[in-house]
């Protein structure tokens, strides 16, 4: 069970106005908010790789971590999913959230050193090279689980997920075949924050883990508009017959 | 068995079956728990099965196969009531002359019992044989006197006693109470006080509750959970239906690694029981209380010890840890409040009930209350299942109850809390053994694995073994825990293979650094302690692997040179007949070389020589 706690969802379980600081200064924010949105909202900048508003927070990447408490106790928690509460004392850019911040850049460097996302965040953290271990120069997936996510929570169809464990975990579609849940919609590659997910488009076909499909044209423009598979899920959802979604936006 | 409509049914019934027990009963109690099972238990029981029926003893003498008695070295261990002699490895051969000797004239067979290693003295009676002398059983205690497939064994030894207190005398609250006087901690590792876990669930108003027994015991070495859940099922249970009382569960989990197929079918059958007998089900007791308990299996992930990846893993969801809070006590097993514990807290709970908190409070230290198990194994004299109060030593534990080293060599480390724990040296021999203590020199209670070694072990190898455990079992969902274990694990192995340098001890200092802080789960955050402590301890080997390129203790094979002594060599050829890659060449009866190029440093040739003129450094 995820816990919600995205501005989209966290509506539910937010709770009265609570005080609290922020880098030294009082802040007011409803309780039970994640710390990520409420730092945020007040200007103060966390840097993420695996948060979206629109989907609940599982901590990976570790990059949002803030320290709460006093000295000597101090913690380091994931602000994405660390909710507000009374008198609570967040640190966002302390020396220990930054030197984690640097580690854990440094790792992603090292596992992805040809990603341009990872390599402007690690620059604007000091770092530019790793000291760690590259296993293969080509890697580009950060396992952020975004687009597992979408698959699961936007799009609801759940057509991929996490393989296996350690570094050797990868997103795959069960049994690594081609998965007949999958509507070839694309939201994974257009969610994916170091565009990993191969993807193609020719002579009206769309191919996506391994599968084409076969695009819909306009009935009016002739235009492409999605996967035939992604329109009857759309009409399986919203119950409308199919043809509603044959007419593409602009032609609407 | 009859189903127990009331409190007083059940009191009756006990009443009448100790009545009809007889205390000075011959009983021959085999131990079947998990060191004695491959060891051949079950031919021994057959054994004495067979026996008795030649001798026609079938009737007088109680034949059991009971859990673990502890002392695992002596496998097979056979106890023998009323006058607790006790014999180790037992042999089917040897079932005959126990039973003409033993059984019926009343006398020990002295080359089966007990012999001290270091005065020789021999102990026949189990309070005379120190490993047990300096033990506490309050989970254990059963263990070697029940047959755990019988409930009525289990009600003779004060069984559900403490759940018709709890339901007869006791408020919900009284009995959260009562945990938390008892100064309680979860076994599991963490150490977080159970009654103030409870609490917190009680408090959550959400409908339903569950309750979980957390049984997925995945350190390399440890047996505990595994004993009490194979050798006395119902206190589990027992322990789990308290607990649902006063937290106001109504359904129950137990999760079992797949790997324990024995300890599933005992804890079936103990449910089956329960329910069969009214201590499960609905209404139990007439006490208008409802529970019961499942069992569900695990795959045999080491993350799914930990109770957020436990719960997603019986969700039926990916088993990887998440972020925390909300804790399973506010929102757990399908979102609803969860309490979860491990099988040895359970257990605990019904003696606590029963005997009352300020006589559990009165065992161990200030913060650290009544009695760990710990499986003490490596390379000690004595390996088994220990049970001593908290704020025993060190010392007690490796040379009073383990017997000391093996070989009568040199205590090196003892290593506490399965994988992530962390390696004390022999300066802290004397410690006193609680949460705090354990954690205070950079190591962890884990759920009480203890593996001792001595100077044959390399410290740079044993935390490169328990980082490569550690990196496989890693769910890979956060940074730090899945990339740091891998860069610890390569650094480590440039280290052993002689590629290290300083820099990659400050590297790794600082990797660890973020991975005990920034890691989700506590897989991550612990899984520096061997490192750490290995670091802090035993800088010397490290700088000697990597200033010297050399192991001390000669297990790095990558850096051991082995060399022909010229003077000592005969010309034997034994170690040319074994070298598999030819890189021993010489003329009979003359001196042999090694050439270095060609030797894999597999230490055939050193194996192989009488006369000791293979040397290596």
């Known amino acids: ?252 | 068995m009859p189903k127990f409509e009331s409190i007083d049914h059940l009191r009756e019934y006990r009443r009448q079956l100790i009545a009809k027990r007889d205390p000075n009963q011959s009983q021959v109690l085999v131990c079947a728990g998990p060191g004695c099972l491959p060891m051949g238990s079950e031919e021994v029981a057959a054994a004495f099965r067979e026996e008795f029926e030649k001798n026609g003893l079938g009737a007088k003498v109680l034949l059991k196969e009971c859990g673990c008695h502890g002392l695992c070295a002596g496998a097979v261990r056979v106890l023998i009531r009323p006058q607790e002699i006790t014999y180790q490895q037992v042999t089917p051969g040897d079932v005959p002359e126990i039973v003409e000797k033993t059984l019926k004239e009343g006398q020990v067979v002295e080359r089966l019992v007990y012999e001290d290693l270091h005065t020789h003295e021999k102990a026949a009676y189990k309070g005379e044989i120190p490993f047990f002398k300096g033990q506490m059983p309050i989970v254990l205690r059963k263990l070697d006197v029940i047959d755990p497939t019988s409930l009525d064994d289990y009600l003779a030894m004060g069984g559900y006693r403490g759940l018709r207190k709890a339901l007869l005398e006791m408020k919900p609250d009284d009995i959260i109470d009562a945990i938390d006087k008892s100064g309680l901690r979860g076994r599991g590792g963490g150490g977080f006080p159970t009654g103030r876990k409870w609490r917190i669930c009680q408090d959550v108003e959400d409908e339903p509750k569950f309750i979980i027994c957390n049984g997925d015991e995945g350190d390399p070495g440890a047996f505990m959970d595994r004993a009490v859940m194979e050798g006395d099922p119902h206190a589990v249970l027992e322990g789990m239906i308290i607990g649902a009382y006063a937290i106001g569960a109504s359904k129950g989990y137990i999760y079992v690694r797949h790997e324990y197929p024995l300890a599933v079918s005992r804890l079936q059958l103990a449910i089956e029981q329960a329910r069969e007998s009214g201590f499960l089900g609905k209404n139990i007791l007439r006490s208008g209380f409802d529970f019961d308990i499942k069992i569900s299996r695990g795959a045999g992930a080491f993350v799914c010890g930990e109770e957020t990846a436990l719960i997603h893993s019986m969700e039926g969801n990916i088993g990887e840890p998440s972020p925390r809070p909300p804790y399973p006590a506010q929102s757990g097993l399908f979102g609803k409040p969860t309490v979860i514990n491990n099988v040895e807290t359970w257990a605990n709970v019904p003696e606590i009930i029963n005997l009352g908190a300020d006589w559990y409070a009165a065992i161990g230290t200030e913060k650290s209350k009544g009695t760990k198990v710990f499986s003490l194994v490596g390379a000690v004299n004595q390996t088994g299942l220990v049970e001593v109060p908290m704020g025993t030593t060190l010392r007690q534990i490796v040379y009073d109850l383990g017997g000391g080293i093996k070989g009568d060599r040199d205590f090196k480390a003892v290593q506490t809390g399965g994988p992530s724990g962390g390696c004390i040296p022999a300066q802290f021999l004397d410690l006193p053994v609680d949460y705090d203590s354990l954690q205070s020199v950079g190591s962890i209670m884990g759920s009480g694995g203890m593996i001792v070694m001595d100077t044959t072990s390399c410290m740079v190898d044993v935390a490169r073994y328990f980082i490569n455990f550690l990196y496989e079992e890693s769910c890979g969902k956060c940074t730090p825990c899945r990339e740091g274990l891998k860069n610890l694990l390569f650094i480590l192995d440039e280290i052993i293979h002689g590629r290290g340098s300083e820099e990659h001890l400050a590297l790794m200092e600082e990797l660890c650094g973020t991975m005990a802080t920034a890691s989700i789960c506590g897989l991550g955050k612990s899984a520096v302690n061997p490192i750490r402590s290995t670091m802090k301890y035993f800088k010397d080997e490290y700088l000697a692997h990597i200033r010297d390129k050399k192991c001390h203790a000669l297990v790095c094979r990558p850096l051991l040179k082995y060399t022909i002594d010229p003077e000592t060599c005969t010309g034997c050829l034994a170690c040319v007949r074994e070298c598999p890659v030819g890189a021993i060449s010489g003329k009979k009866k003359m001196a042999q070389e090694l050439d270095q190029e060609l030797c894999v440093k597999c230490g055939l040739c050193y194996e192989a020589c009488q006369f000791e003129a293979v040397k290596v450094e």
């Open chain 1, 1 to 252: 069970m995820v816990w919600k706690i995205s501005d989209e969802t966290a509506f539910d379980t937010l709770g009265e106005e609570v005080r609290l600081t922020i880098n030294g200064i009082p802040i007011r924010a409803p309780q039970n908010q994640s710390l990520l949105v409420t730092a945020r909202a007040n200007g103060f900048e966390i840097p993420t790789l695996c948060y979206h508003r629109d989907l609940p927070s599982e901590g990976q990447c570790r990059l949002c971590v803030v320290e709460i408490g006093e000295h000597p106790h101090t913690q380091i928690v994931n602000s994405c999913t660390y909710p507000t509460s009374p008198g609570l004392v967040v640190q966002t850019h302390s020396e220990k959230v930054m030197q984690a911040r640097r580690i854990v850049l440094e790792l992603l460097l090292a596992r992805t050193p040809k990603a341009k996302l990872i390599q402007e965040l690690a620059a604007a953290h000091g770092v530019y090279e790793s000291r760690f271990k590259t296993d293969d120069p080509e890697e580009l997936c950060i396992l952020c689980g975004l687009c597992v996510r979408t698959c699961r929570e936007v799009v609801g169809v759940s057509a991929i997920s996490m393989k296996g464990r350690t570094p050797d975990k990868q997103v795959a579609t069960p049994f690594l075949e081609k998965s007949p849940a999958c509507i070839g919609c694309g939201s994974c590659a257009f969610i994916c924050p170091t565009n990993v997910i191969p993807y193609t488009e020719k002579n009206g076909v769309r191919t996506i883990w391994g599968r084409d499909f076969e695009l819909q044209a306009c009935t009016v423009c002739g235009n492409y508009i999605e996967p035939k598979y992604q329109l009857e899920h759309w009409a399986k959802i919203t119950g409308d017959p199919v043809e509603t979604f044959f007419v593409c936006k602009d032609c609407r």
